[in-house]
């Protein structure tokens, strides 16, 4: 018998920031101005199930998204919001110069009198993006969870800061709600069917294990967890810098151009990492906090007395 699996979402937001659409949906009541903590029916016998926002960076066409919604759809109801077009390394970026253009995706769309029920909605914008208008716009109430993948490629060590896939949790848990990335160590013919089933049964023991507190984390899956028993570890982040370099090359027109080349970061660390953890073969599981602040520094700064002089704004007067 399939457990379901039950989460709630509430976020402070600033007057500024409130809109009318969200109040409409349920997403915010005008008498806390809070995200409200929905449930929908799901299921032929009714049950309550999490409603579940599905996102990537490769882009609403690509295989490991297609492969992490079928197995998604036995947790709950999703609702796929998806790039457009490949965002791979755009980090956190966010379309606020420009506007969002949204086209309805279908999933019979690319061949003729093929099927068409609605696949989701493409977003010429970022990860982000996606995230950010999915639970504006497009969920009809507001998700429990929010899930980017699989990506093509882990996101592991300090990769995590430029990965749109990680972005788009971070999102996610700007909402108060529990996000996960959830990426595979890329191979051209990567097996992403797999990779979901694991992934889907992470996330489904995550969401019983958890305290009711909404949480951020990233899963990388080594292509070697496809074989045999798979394992998992939840370690730290590796922090440290990857070799990268970058190769100077020359146009035809015989003008100088850069390609960067990235390189592996050292294993060598006094415990166990993320990066440490998939070169065994184990899959990773971290833990994340988008609170950049350094505690242990601010408590010593908060102690630290600023003198400012003035005399140079005087002295500036006195010259002209």
Request: aromatic content about 8%.
């Amino acid at each position: 018998m399939r457990k379901h699996i039950m989460a709630s979402c509430v976020v402070t937001v600033a007057v500024a920031d409130y809109d009318e659409s969200w109040a409409r949906k349920g997403l915010l009541t005008e008498q806390t101005g809070r995200l409200a903590s929905k449930r929908i029916a799901h299921g032929k016998d009714g049950s309550t199930a999490v409603l579940i926002l599905l996102t990537n960076d490769d882009g609403i066409y690509a295989p490991g998204l297609a492969a992490m919604y079928r197995e998604l759809t036995q947790l709950g109801e999703v609702y796929v919001v998806a790039p457009a077009t490949e965002q791979s390394g755009v980090g956190h970026t966010i379309t606020y110069l420009t506007p969002l253009v949204v086209k309805e995706v279908f999933s019979g769309e690319r061949t003729a009198g093929g099927d068409q029920t609605r696949w989701g909605w493409s977003v010429q914008g970022s990860p982000a993006d996606c995230v950010k208008i999915g639970v504006a716009e497009f969920c009809p109430q507001c998700p429990g969870l929010v899930v980017s993948g699989i990506n093509s490629g882990l996101n592991a060590g300090i990769n995590v800061l430029y990965s749109g896939t990680v972005a788009a949790a971070i999102e996610g848990a700007f909402f108060g709600i529990t996000s996960i990335a959830v990426s595979l160590e890329f191979d051209e013919h990567a097996r992403f069917d797999q990779a979901a089933q694991l992934a889907r049964q992470i996330i489904a023991q995550i969401m019983e294990k958890k305290g009711p507190a909404p949480q951020l984390y990233n899963m990388n899956i080594p292509t070697a967890a496809l074989r045999g028993t798979p394992k998992v570890c939840s370690v730290p982040m590796n922090v440290t810098r990857y070799g990268d370099c970058f190769e100077k090359r020359k146009d035809p027109w015989g003008r100088d151009y850069y390609w960067l080349r990235g390189g592996p970061a050292p294993l060598v660390t006094e415990h166990e990492t993320d990066l440490s953890a998939l070169s065994r073969g184990m899959i990773s599981l971290t833990p994340l906090d988008y609170n950049m602040t350094r505690q242990a520094a601010l408590q010593e700064m908060q102690r630290w007395q600023f003198s400012l002089d003035r005399s140079a704004e005087g002295a500036g007067k006195e010259g002209r």
